[in-house]
């Protein structure tokens, strides 16, 4: 397991995809604070705060800046 954990350490950002609706505000900062992008539907944006949107990427975005890499 040890050099699975090491292999991540390597990501300095992540992407996180999720269909969990409202995750708390302090939740999206530590999220943004360990280099994870969260990555929600785009019918569930409203159930963030105007705040946390300009960290929160919907799946549009996350399958072109996919694309661009490729």
């Known amino acids: 397991m040890a050099s699975d954990s090491t ?3 390597k990501i300095k950002v992540k992407h996180l995809c999720t269909l969990e609706p409202g995750i708390s505000v302090d939740q999206t900062d ?4 360990q280099g994870v ?3 929600i539907p785009e019918s569930l944006l409203q159930t963030y705060a105007p705040a946390q949107l300009l960290e ?3 799946l549009n975005r996350f399958v072109e800046f996919v694309r661009s890499k490729q």
């Open 56 to 58: 929160i990427w919907n």
């Open 30 to 33: 530590e999220m943004s604070h």
């Open 37 to 39: 992008h969260l990555v």
């Open 7 to 9: 292999e991540a350490a």
